[in-house]
């Protein structure tokens, strides 16, 4: 992957490039949900790239960025992405970002919205963490970071996603490429990646200050963040767009890829068209 040194981190990326037919084509921003990388989004950069420049990115500790002594709060993740905007020369980006990259990309449309051209969220809340919550994250953040994943795979699997998924056979194959992409993190910078979402500030003061074209989309089943969050987001933005998905939990990209990649396009498609 390819790299960038921003506000003392080294951030992997992917880029996908222009569309050969299409050389001044918009970019997707695409922002990852905590445990996992920009590999959560593959099957939405496979339906977009013909139309779109698609880039991702690793939050710190996460993927292929490695870890770093501080900054898995929200802002300073926020403050990472807005120098990857601007460094790579991208704005103004469509920015869909899932979970943790929900909770950022709040943050970037409130706060940078000239950078941005739209936002999707998908599987996020503009809240805390509620507190109970918030001690079962910790708890299994230092667990995970002195044993690794398998004692608490059990706990987190129907965290990350929806009943029916885990439930399928087909799914084995995705939830055994999570589980070799997680093994190969720093347990150290997964720890501090789970404990600033768990200790996130909320950010639903803020949705008032987004006057960007908006799409909330939520899994039916999510359990991490539920469809009341999504409900609170879209009505916190002026002409929010919502979304629920059956038969979805809390990633919806891999759990619902055909119909996720289908709510962007056309999504995507009626902001350019405007």
Same mark, same amino acid.
């Given at each position: 992957?390819?790299?960038?040194?921003?506000?003392?981190?080294? #951030?992997?990326?992917?880029?996908?490039? /222009?569309?050969?037919?299409?050389?001044? /084509?918009?970019?997707?921003?695409?922002? !990852?949900?905590?445990?996992?990388?920009?590999?959560?989004?593959?099957?939405?950069?496979?339906?977009?790239?013909?139309?779109y420049r698609c880039v991702t990115l690793d939050w710190r500790g996460q993927?292929?960025?490695?870890?770093?002594?501080?900054?898995?709060?929200?802002?300073?993740?926020?403050?990472?992405?807005? /120098?990857?905007?601007? *460094?790579?020369?991208?704005?103004?980006?469509?920015?869909?970002?899932?979970?943790?990259?929900?909770?950022?990309?709040?943050?970037?449309?409130?706060?940078?919205?000239?950078?941005?051209?739209?936002?999707?969220?998908?599987?996020?809340?503009?809240?805390?963490?509620?507190?109970?919550?918030?001690?079962?994250?910790?708890?299994?953040?230092?667990?995970?970071?002195?044993?690794?994943?398998?004692?608490?795979?059990? *706990?987190?699997?129907?965290?990350?996603?929806?009943?029916?998924?885990?439930?399928?056979?087909? &799914?084995?194959?995705?939830?055994?490429?999570?589980?070799?992409?997680?093994?190969?993190?720093?347990?150290?910078?997964?720890? *501090?990646?789970v404990l600033g979402v768990a200790d996130r500030a909320p950010v639903r003061?803020?949705?008032?200050?987004?006057?960007?074209?908006?799409?909330?989309?939520?899994?039916?089943?999510?359990?991490?963040?539920?469809?009341?969050?999504?409900?609170?987001?879209?009505?916190g933005i002026d002409g929010a767009r919502l979304e629920v998905v059956p038969?979805?939990? !809390?990633? &919806?990209?891999?759990?619902?890829? #055909?119909?996720?990649? &289908?709510?962007?396009?056309?999504?995507?498609?009626?902001?350019?068209?405007?």
């Amino acid at each position: 992957m390819a790299t960038l040194q921003v506000n003392g981190a080294t #951030v992997a990326y992917t880029d996908t490039g /222009a569309p050969t037919d299409r050389p001044d /084509a918009p970019t997707v921003v695409f922002g !990852h949900g905590l445990l996992f990388s920009g590999w959560m989004f593959h099957p939405q950069i496979e339906a977009l790239r013909r139309r779109y420049r698609c880039v991702t990115l690793d939050w710190r500790g996460q993927g292929d960025t490695p870890a770093t002594p501080s900054g898995y709060d929200m802002d300073t993740l926020a403050g990472d992405a807005v /120098a990857l905007i601007e *460094k790579l020369g991208l704005a103004p980006v469509h920015f869909v970002g899932l979970s943790m990259g929900g909770f950022v990309g709040q943050r970037l449309a409130a706060r940078r919205g000239e950078l941005l051209r739209s936002l999707s969220l998908l599987d996020t809340s503009a809240d805390e963490e509620d507190p109970a919550e918030a001690r079962r994250y910790r708890l299994l953040a230092s667990v995970y970071r002195l044993v690794g994943i398998t004692p608490v795979r059990r *706990k987190v699997l129907p965290l990350m996603f929806g009943a029916a998924f885990l439930s399928s056979p087909a &799914s084995e194959p995705v939830i055994a490429e999570w589980t070799r992409r997680l093994r190969r993190c720093d347990r150290a910078g997964i720890r *501090k990646a789970v404990l600033g979402v768990a200790d996130r500030a909320p950010v639903r003061e803020e949705l008032r200050h987004i006057a960007l074209p908006t799409l909330v989309v939520v899994g039916a089943a999510d359990i991490a963040t539920p469809p009341a969050r999504a409900e609170r987001i879209a009505a916190g933005i002026d002409g929010a767009r919502l979304e629920v998905v059956p038969d979805a939990g !809390h990633t &919806s990209t891999l759990e619902r890829p #055909v119909i996720i990649s &289908s709510l962007l396009e056309d999504f995507l498609a009626s902001v350019d068209e405007r």
